[in-house]
């Protein structure tokens, strides 16, 4: 069983900086990547950015410039720093990994968290 909780959502004003963090725990035999993806309402789920074990990174156009990933692989733990927010960065934010635990390779999700831009 391999748990990956998020934390660092909120509301925030438009130019701000929000910063989420999302660690895995649990049966984890190694991560391959981690990364973020959004939901904003009635859109499809799309990617923000993710991050290879080797540190090599990859991110949607749209933040490029004003998000940054980071990977803490001691403590299995993928950070996403966002800054300059804009009211279409809105969404719910959610962490995942592709890693290999008991029974085989695996993507898990976390549960998201909340991201509201607007003054």
């Known amino acids: 069983q391999v748990q990956l909780v998020e934390s660092g959502g909120g509301l925030v004003q438009p130019g701000g900086s929000l910063r989420l963090s999302c660690a895995a725990s649990g049966s984890i035999l190694s991560i391959y990547s981690m990364g973020w993806y959004r939901q904003a309402p009635g859109k499809q789920r799309e990617l923000v950015a993710t991050i290879l074990g080797g540190g090599g990174t990859n991110y949607a156009d749209s933040v490029k410039g004003r998000f940054s990933i980071s990977r803490d692989n001691a403590k299995n733990t993928v950070y996403l720093q966002m800054n300059n927010l804009k009211p279409e960065d809105t969404a719910v934010y959610y962490c995942?990994?592709?890693?290999?635990?008991?029974?085989?390779?695996?993507?898990?999700w976390g549960q998201g968290t909340q991201v509201t831009v607007s003054s």
């Open positions: 995942n990994a592709d890693l290999r635990r008991l029974g085989g390779r695996f993507t898990d």
